[in-house]
C-alpha cells in the first residue's frame, strides 16, 4: 500500500470494492454504449474547446504505475477548458492519460456495440467552479472526462507522436519527463463534426469517486502498431500487461446521444 491508500491492480478488479467501497457503487464507469439504445438530447450547442491552442510554458510526462499522464502548466489565461454541450459550466483541463492492453483486441476501457479499442485516451477536467480536482470529485458534476478511441493504422497519430517522443524516459522509471510543449488541439480538431455519447459515471480507478460526466466521440482517430509497442513497454505497477477495468452494469441510466 503506498502512501495516498490507493495502490491496486488490474489482476482482479472485482477486488477493488474491498478496499474502496466507492467501485461497489452502482453508477460506475466504464460501460458498454450500444449505439442503437440511446436517446437523443436533441439541439444541444456544439461542445466548445477553448485555448486548446495555446501551448503550455511547461510539460510533463510521467508514469504513475497505473498509466502515462500528461500535465502542463499554462499562464492564467491560456488554460484550456470545454464549455457547452452537455456542460452547465466551464471545466478546466487537468490531464490526460492512456489505457490499453496487451493485444490488439482489447485495451479501451468503453466498448461501442460490444466493441473494444487497442487504446483509449481520457483528456479529465474538472469544473471550474470547484476550484481543484481533488475538490471536484466529491461532486456528482465535479468532473468531465472526453474519452477518444483508437484504432490500428499504418499511419498513426501525430498527436500521439509528441507524446510517445518522452514515452522511453518514462517506460522504466517513475521520474517525471519534461516534454518539449505543445498544444492540444490536434486531438480536438481530429472529432470536430462527429456525434458523441454522454453518460453520468465515475473514476475507472479507485477511489471509483462517481463523479463524472462522460464524453465520448462515436468515431475513431489512428494509432500505428508501433505507436502501440511504445504503450506496452510501459512498466506498470504490479506486472500489469494491461490498465483497462472491465466494463459495468449501466443500472438504469441513460446515455445521450448529442452532435456538435
Ligand atoms: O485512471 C485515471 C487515474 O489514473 C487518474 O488519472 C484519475 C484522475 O486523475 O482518473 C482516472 S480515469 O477515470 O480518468 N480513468
Ligand atoms: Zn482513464
Redesign the pocket.
Known amino acids: 500500500i503506498n502512501s495516498s491508500g490507493t495502490d491496486f491492480d488490474y489482476k482482479d478488479t472485482c477486488k477493488w470494492a474491498k478496499e474502496f467501497p466507492m467501485c461497489g457503487e452502482k453508477f460506475q464507469?466504464p460501460i458498454n454504449i450500444k449505439i442503437p439504445n440511446l436517446e437523443s438530447l436533441g439541439e444541444l450547442p456544439p461542445l466548445k474547446w477553448n485555448g486548446y491552442e495555446n501551448a503550455p510554458t511547461t510539460m510533463t510526462l510521467v508514469n504513475?504505475g497505473?498509466?502515462i499522464?500528461l500535465t502542463g502548466q499554462w499562464d492564467d489565461n491560456n488554460i484550456p477548458y470545454i464549455t457547452d454541450g452537455p456542460l452547465t459550466d466551464a471545466y478546466i483541463f487537468?490531464?490526460l492519460?492512456f489505457h490499453w492492453g496487451p493485444n490488439d483486441s482489447v485495451g479501451s476501457e468503453h466498448k461501442m456495440n460490444g466493441n473494444s479499442f487497442p487504446l483509449e485516451m481520457?483528456m479529465?477536467h474538472f469544473k471550474k467552479e470547484y476550484e481543484t480536482?481533488s475538490n471536484a470529485v466529491k461532486y456528482s458534476d465535479g468532473l468531465t472526462?472526453v474519452g477518444l478511441f483508437f484504432d490500428i493504422s499504418p499511419m498513426g497519430s501525430e498527436a500521439l507522436t509528441a507524446i510517445l517522443g518522452g514515452v522511453s524516459a518514462v517506460s522504466s522509471s517513475k521520474d517525471p519527463f519534461e516534454l518539449d510543449p505543445f498544444e492540444l488541439s490536434s486531438f480536438n480538431v481530429a472529432i470536430a463534426a462527429v456525434q458523441f455519447a454522454t453518460y453520468a459515471g465515475s473514476?475507472?480507478?479507485p477511489p471509483c469517486s462517481q463523479s463524472?460526466i462522460w464524453i465520448l466521440p462515436i468515431n475513431t482517430l489512428n494509432v500505428s502498431s508501433k505507436q502501440m509497442k511504445k504503450f506496452r513497454n510501459i512498466e506498470l505497477n504490479h506486472g500489469d500487461t494491461h490498465n483497462y477495468r472491465p466494463t459495468q452494469p449501466l443500472n438504469g441510466r441513460s446515455i445521450h446521444i448529442f452532435t456538435q
Open positions: 464507469s504513475s497505473h498509466s499522464t487537468e490531464q492519460h481520457h479529465v480536482f472526462v473514476l475507472t480507478t463524472v
